[in-house]
């Protein structure tokens, strides 16, 4: 991305969230399987109203399934995530209830979404997800959901599909996130309710924070400290 923002008198460039990356990819692979394109880059509008063009790239495809990467960037920030590769598969499927499972998402009535590789999985209550599901939150599986359905529609297709999201350096990464004191085991999650990154920014912190102690609640502790430095 070429767009930035100014802190502590410091020009700063933006990045694009994991959930970003997610649909991106995720309606590059559903063009390859349903319309045979090939694509490049995929346009989306984000959740906070930015129009984005992201780098997409062909990983394989059949007449089943398609997949796709992108390149995760962070802009200016220092994030863990920075130039880890997202990928999504996209595959027909005859029946909605080969697919469906009490760990994945439905995210429309002919959408199914899950986590594979380096996704990580909830394992306490408290989060957005339920325990066993992939941690992949609301804003993204919506992004996605949207992405896929605008492909749909151009091509006319009315014929049930799965996504399946993966991330090969997840499980790594994972350990320097707040994953682990989250209970989420196993990967990264894709996330973002904006669809962008920026730099340096203090809601992402306290978001993160706040997220800790709900799901402290969740389990039981009447009691936490909070301790700036």
């Known amino acids: 991305m070429e ?3 100014i802190k502590n008198q410091k020009k700063l460039r933006l990045g694009i969230t994991t959930g970003t990356c997610s649909a991106a990819a995720a309606q ?7 319309l045979g394109v090939e694509s490049h880059g995929v346009t989306l509008r984000t959740p906070k109203g930015m129009t984005v063009t992201v780098p997409v790239y062909l990983l394989e495809s059949d007449s089943r399934k398609a997949s796709y990467k992108v390149v995760k960037d962070s ?6 995530t920075n130039g880890i590769l997202v990928y999504a598969t996209v595959q027909k499927v005859e029946k909605k209830s080969k697919i469906n499972s009490e760990n994945s998402v439905d995210l429309s ?7 594979g590789i380096g996704i990580g999985r909830v394992t306490k209550p408290g989060l957005e997800q339920k325990i066993g599901q992939a941690a992949i939150n609301k804003v993204p599986r919506r992004m996605i959901c949207e992405a896929v359905e605008e492909v749909c529609r151009k091509y006319e297709y009315t014929g049930n599909l799965q996504v399946r999201l993966s991330v090969p350096e997840g499980a790594e990464v994972a350990k320097k996130t707040f994953n682990p004191r989250l209970g989420i085991e196993g990967g990264i999650s894709i996330l973002g309710t904006t669809g962008i990154v920026e730099p340096m920014s203090e ?3 306290t978001d993160t924070i706040y997220l800790e102690m709900k799901m402290l609640k969740e389990n039981g502790t009447d009691w936490c400290y909070v301790v700036p430095g």
């Not at 590059?28 to 349903?34: D, E, F, K, R």
């Not at 009535?109 to 986590?115: S, V, Y």
Request: hydrophobic share 45%; charged share 30%; net charge negative.
């Open 75 to 80: 802009g200016d920030d220092p994030d863990v």
């Open 109 to 115: 009535e002919k959408i199914n979404l899950d986590g």
């Open 203 to 205: 809601k992402a912190l």
């Open 3 to 5: 767009e930035y923002v």
């Open 28 to 34: 590059a692979a559903a063009m390859q399987l349903l």
